[in-house]
């Protein structure tokens, strides 16, 4: 099994308290139908800088990540499958999978 990290672009912040758990019982029961492949739930994030080689740093740059998670999948079909399940498509945002790599 190979190990992927979904990173999370774009969504949007519950509005209520009422909203917020709606949300992370959305999470919660995706996670729980992935099972075991779910190496680490991960977190949200937060305001983000990107820095280039020339030293600048821009606030949130092009594209910026909202959160991610790790899993155990058997490849990137099977890994990009897991992802159609994100709770983030739902609302608006998008899920960027990679092949963590071992060195």
Not at 1 to 11: N, P, Q, R, W
Not at 14 to 21: K, Q
Not at 76 to 92: E, F, I, N, Q, T
Request: glycine share 16%; with cysteine; charged share 20%.
């Amino acid at each position: 099994m190979a190990k992927y990290i979904f990173v999370y672009h774009g969504g949007k912040a519950p509005e209520s308290p009422e909203e917020g758990e709606k949300v992370m019982k959305a999470w919660m029961d995706w996670f729980g139908a992935l099972g075991e492949a779910v190496v680490d739930g991960g977190n949200p994030l937060g305001m983000s800088k990107t820095v280039s080689s020339g030293g600048v740093a821009d606030d949130g740059g092009a594209n910026p990540a909202a959160g991610y998670s790790l899993v155990n999948a058997a490849d990137m079909d099977a890994a990009v499958a897991m992802a159609k399940g994100c709770p983030m498509l739902g609302d608006g945002g998008s899920v960027e999978v990679a092949e963590c790599l071992d060195m």
